[in-house]
């Protein structure tokens, strides 16, 4: 069945401060309006877009209402006048939102890194309406080593005159997705990099989320098993083999405590599978089928 290309919509959010608009991207297959599909929502990580989700959703979407945020402060999503509220409880907050907007009781989620880290979250509340669980790459216990090396870049803001520039910083700052052919490279960079009004490219994100970020690191490690052993549903756990966030250790620990994540690991990537390479797609596909 033939996708469509993805429909942007917004939806209004409040914060302590006032309202915000959150962008999404819908992937429906063509002809369809969605309203009797099961419904994927994928959230990325900490810099990243809802776009990086993009070979995943074009094959889920085939059989299903593929949703794809960009959370606040990134891609087109607007920014948040305080940035101590880029943070996990706004954005769970804001996801309950758009579930809301999507008007359906029952969701999977598929979250890399961040968005794993909300989607655990909201998956551990009482009447979660996410009832099949994707993790990449994140877990309750987070390795140091893997904090410090994205804190080195969070937030640094470069700018670029040319794209190509662009497409090999990414290369550089992202080496940990694992290897990428040219296409993969660029399917990583185009969404992710912006030009603007003075013709120069920059990061598509505020760089302001760096601030409680940052904070967060200088914290005494946080142990959230509380809150991934309160969730029930079916989970799968996907984890890059040479990952610097999540421990080979803590991940099998995962796959024995609380839902009992079932645990893929990819030979050659860091800290976190792209979703790209046909292989990974694989994985969340076949998991999904499972419950659907």
């Given at each position: 069945?033939?996708?469509?290309?993805?429909?942007?919509?917004?939806?209004?959010?409040?914060?302590?401060?006032?309202?915000?608009?959150?962008?999404?991207?819908?992937?429906?297959?063509?002809?369809?309006?969605?309203?009797?599909?099961?419904?994927?929502?994928?959230?990325?990580?900490?810099?990243?877009?809802?776009?990086?989700?993009?070979?995943?959703?074009?094959?889920?979407?085939?059989?299903?209402?593929?949703?794809?945020?960009?959370?606040?402060?990134?891609?087109?999503?607007?920014?948040?006048?305080?940035?101590?509220?880029?943070?996990?409880?706004?954005?769970?907050?804001?996801?309950?939102?758009?579930?809301?907007?999507?008007?359906?009781?029952?969701?999977?989620?598929?979250?890399?890194?961040?968005?794993?880290?909300?989607?655990?979250?909201?998956?551990?509340?009482?009447?979660?309406?996410?009832?099949?669980?994707?993790?990449?790459?994140i877990g309750?216990?987070i390795d140091?080593?893997?904090?410090?090396?994205?804190?080195?870049?969070?937030?640094?803001?470069?700018?670029?005159?040319?794209?190509?520039?662009?497409?090999?910083?990414?290369?550089?700052?992202?080496?940990?997705?694992?290897?990428?052919?040219?296409?993969?490279?660029?399917?990583?960079?185009?969404?992710?990099?912006?030009?603007?009004?003075?013709?120069?490219?920059?990061?598509?994100?505020?760089?302001?989320?760096?601030?409680?970020?940052?904070?967060?690191?200088?914290?005494?490690?946080?142990?959230?098993?509380?809150?991934y052993e309160?969730?029930?549903?079916?989970?799968?756990?996907?984890?890059?083999?040479?990952?610097?966030?999540?421990?080979?250790?803590?991940?099998?620990?995962?796959?024995?405590?609380?839902?009992?994540?079932?645990?893929?690991?990819?030979?050659?990537?860091?800290?976190?599978?792209?979703?790209?390479?046909?292989?990974?797609?694989?994985?969340?596909?076949?998991?999904?089928?499972?419950?659907?």
């Open positions: 069945m033939k996708v469509m290309t993805p429909v942007l919509h917004e939806v209004l959010c409040a914060s302590p401060i006032g309202l915000h608009q959150l962008a999404y991207w819908e992937w429906l297959p063509e002809g369809r309006s969605g309203a009797d599909l099961p419904v994927v929502v994928c959230v990325h990580g900490l810099t990243r877009n809802a776009r990086d989700f993009d070979r995943l959703a074009q094959r889920l979407a085939t059989r299903y209402r593929v949703i794809c945020p960009d959370m606040a402060g990134r891609g087109r999503s607007q920014w948040l006048g305080d940035p101590a509220l880029y943070a996990v409880p706004q954005y769970v907050a804001d996801c309950v939102t758009l579930i809301a907007r999507l008007d359906v009781e029952r969701i999977a989620w598929v979250g890399t890194s961040m968005g794993g880290l909300i989607g655990m979250s909201l998956a551990a509340l009482g009447g979660s309406p996410i009832t099949t669980l994707v993790l990449n790459d309750p216990v140091r080593a893997g904090l410090a090396r994205i804190g080195s870049y969070v937030g640094q803001a470069p700018s670029f005159e040319r794209y190509e520039d662009c497409v090999a910083y990414t290369r550089q700052s992202t080496a940990s997705f694992g290897p990428h052919d040219d296409e993969g490279w660029d399917v990583l960079s185009r969404h992710y990099w912006v030009q603007r009004s003075d013709g120069r490219w920059y990061a598509h994100y505020d760089p302001r989320i760096a601030e409680p970020f940052k904070a967060w690191v200088g914290q005494p490690a946080l142990d959230l098993w509380s809150i309160a969730v029930r549903c079916p989970t799968l756990l996907v984890r890059g083999a040479q990952s610097d966030l999540l421990t080979a250790e803590v991940a099998r620990a995962m796959s024995t405590r609380g839902p009992r994540a079932r645990l893929v690991e990819f030979s050659g990537v860091g800290h976190a599978p792209s979703f790209i390479p046909t292989d990974q797609i694989d994985v969340v596909d076949h998991f999904l089928r499972e419950q659907f």
